[in-house]
């Protein structure tokens, strides 16, 4: 199995060690594991010019760099996206990638090998914020075709510091391990959901006499308006 880490700051405190501790539960199980942190691994934010999604998303300025990292999602089986909470949302580096793959939404032309995928959130605060950031995080999730997603989030009250110092480290350690072994069990059994089947028709419909002929044409190659489906 092949787990990718995208985690949305290089600094090690709370967020970055409950990772930690989600990847040692997938530890010595035949698992290929790859990480992507930012900003280091990508520094461009979205120009706005929408080129990905009206002309290609090799028009875009960043193509090179972006598609390396969609290289390396296709290939995931489990995704992991990993931010501490900034000023109520996740960080501006992972936002910004996040931007950069406008195109690969439902509504645009979704990869089909994400229909196949698991994905786990995480994400920590000093205070409050948690909540949103994981409605923001699925949304994103959701409308780039993955079928299950989970999330795990937790609010230490303390700034800067690492989970080994909070209070409750035990029950997050125990959390940890509980979910893990849930995400095990659903990568076993992988399968799309009612809402993806309901949103993805929905999208067929629209496509059937879309406005953007990319998308249209990239349905059409696909089968997808005939009755074919990426799941």
Known sequence: MNILTIIGTAHRGNTRAIVDLFLKE???????????ILPNDFQNFCLG????????????????????????IEKAD???????VFVGSCTSGLKALLDHLAYMWLVHRPKESMFNKVGLIITSAGGSGVKQTVK??????????????????VTTMKMGGNYCDYKNKDKIK?????????????????????????????????QKNGWNKLDVKYW?????LDGKKPY
């Open 26 to 36: 997938f530890e010595n199980k035949n698992n290929n594991f790859e990480e992507i």
């Open 49 to 72: 010019c929408a080129n990905c999604i009206l002309k290609g998303e090799e028009k875009c300025p960043h193509f090179n760099d972006v598609n390396k990292i969609v290289e390396k």
């Open 78 to 84: 489990l995704i992991i996206i990993a931010t501490p």
């Open 136 to 153: 923001l995080l699925k949304s994103n999730f959701f409308y780039l075709g993955v079928p299950k997603i989970y999330n795990y989030g």
């Open 174 to 206: 125990n959390q940890v391990n509980k979910k893990a072994k849930q995400i095990e069990k659903t990568l076993s059994k992988r399968k799309v959901g009612i809402k993806t089947k309901l949103f993805f028709n929905l999208f067929k419909m629209t």
């Open 220 to 224: 059409k190659d696909n089968g997808w």
